[in-house]
């Protein structure tokens, strides 16, 4: 295992940015088979993430954002989110967020309704969580 105290080395990249990295405790995030919660020690771990919100326990407090899908990676006490568009808590505004679910919610059914509400939903949990 890597030396790097007594937490965990993450980095959450969108295609654009990198989004927020750091030293956590544990990460929470929702993959196609379930939530995942990371610890130190965890076992090399490969996985595709769903949108939804991803929680970062940090020494100062917890980083909420949304992910709009992506991959995570675990290996030596290093943890990766890699996804094509990520947004922090502090970045969402939720009034929006609000707006693209009731949208998404008249559109026909359908894999583009779905997948916009997801996006929409994991958007506002993460906001809301953040307080």
């Known amino acids: 295992m890597a030396d790097i105290g007594t937490g965990l080395m993450v980095e959450m990249v969108a295609a654009d940015r990198t989004v927020w990295s750091g030293e956590a405790s544990m990460i929470i995030a929702r993959t196609v088979d379930g939530d995942l919660g990371v610890l130190r020690g965890h076992a090399p771990l490969l996985s595709l993430l769903t949108e939804a919100a ?8 917890v ?16 943890v990766s989110i890699l996804t094509q568009h990520a947004l922090l808590a502090e970045e969402i505004h939720i009034d929006e967020a609000k707006a693209e ?26 906001a809301e969580a953040a307080g």
């Open 54 to 61: 991803v929680e970062i326990s940090t020494p100062d407090g």
């Open 101 to 126: 679910l009731e949208s998404a919610e008249g559109m026909p059914t359908g894999n583009e309704r779905e997948q916009r509400i997801r996006r929409a939903s994991s958007r506002i949990r993460a």
């Open 63 to 78: 980083v909420h954002a949304a992910v709009d899908g992506g991959f995570i990676s675990v290996a030596d006490d290093r």
